[in-house]
């Protein structure tokens, strides 16, 4: 199966901003989702994991979640700092225990 | 320091072979397992495989399987990526990740060039 996010999406700090991730097939509840936030020149890190847990050091202004309706999962950053803008990842596991990464987001603070 | 430390930048000619090393500091690499995930050039994440710090299990990607060897050495707390028959194509930065990926060595970026 792929995942598939949008290339980017821009908002103005202080906003919300909300990032798509659409499995192709099969469910999106078969294995859990994960969020990874890279900034530029830097190792990727885990905002979400779990599909809507946060590790210890991210703000709450970021959540995750999964819809089955839609098969998708989305991470939602609230309250838009500046330090956010970056590459935003979803991956999640195929039957064979492999991990399959969403194509990226890039996120812009204007 | 809980660290995952991986060797320096390579340049290296197609057709050659590089091995990328990834020492866990902080913990035994045992508990753990590790995941390779390589990055191109503005381009996303690509998983490569995963190695059981444990029993030294593996699980390749197909696009990798028979041209990439995981390996760990417990005596050192260190795991290996070594990829085969090299080309331009493999240009790019390669990260080791624990396992849940909630730690990331810093990168290697491997320059395959003639």
């Known amino acids: 199966f792929t995942l598939t996010q949008p290339h980017s999406v821009s908002e103005f700090p202080g906003g919300t901003v909300t990032i798509s991730c659409a499995r192709s097939?099969?469910?999106?509840?078969?294995?859990?989702v994960q969020w990874l936030q890279q900034r530029p020149g830097s190792a990727p890190s885990t905002v979400i994991y779990?599909?809507?847990?946060?590790p210890s050091g991210v703000p709450g202004r970021f959540s995750g979640s999964v819809d089955s309706s839609s098969n998708s999962a989305s991470l939602t950053i609230s309250e838009l700092h500046s330090d956010d803008e970056a590459d935003y990842y979803c991956?999640?596991?195929?039957?064979?225990?492999?991990?399959?990464f969403g194509g990226g987001t890039q996120v812009t603070v204007l | 320091q809980i660290q995952l430390l991986q060797s320096a930048h390579e340049l290296t000619r197609p057709g050659a072979s590089v091995r990328v090393s990834c020492k866990a500091s902080g913990y035994t690499l045992s508990t753990y397992g590790i995941t390779w995930v390589r990055q191109g050039a503005s381009q996303g994440l690509e998983w490569m495989g995963w190695?059981?710090?444990?029993?030294?299990?593996?699980n390749y990607a197909p696009t990798f399987q028979g041209r990439v060897t995981l390996s760990r050495d417990p005596s050192t707390n260190t795991a290996f990526l070594e990829v085969a028959r090299l080309t331009s194509d493999d240009t790019a930065v390669y990260y080791c990740?624990?396992?849940?990926?909630?730690?990331w060595g810093q990168g290697t970026r491997v320059t395959v060039s003639a």
């Open positions: 990740a624990r396992d849940g990926f909630d730690l």
């Open positions: 991956l999640s596991y195929d039957d064979n225990n492999r991990a399959v």
């Open positions: 779990n599909d809507d847990s946060r």
């Open positions: 097939s099969g469910s999106i509840g078969t294995d859990y």
């Open positions: 190695i059981s710090g444990y029993t030294g299990n593996t």
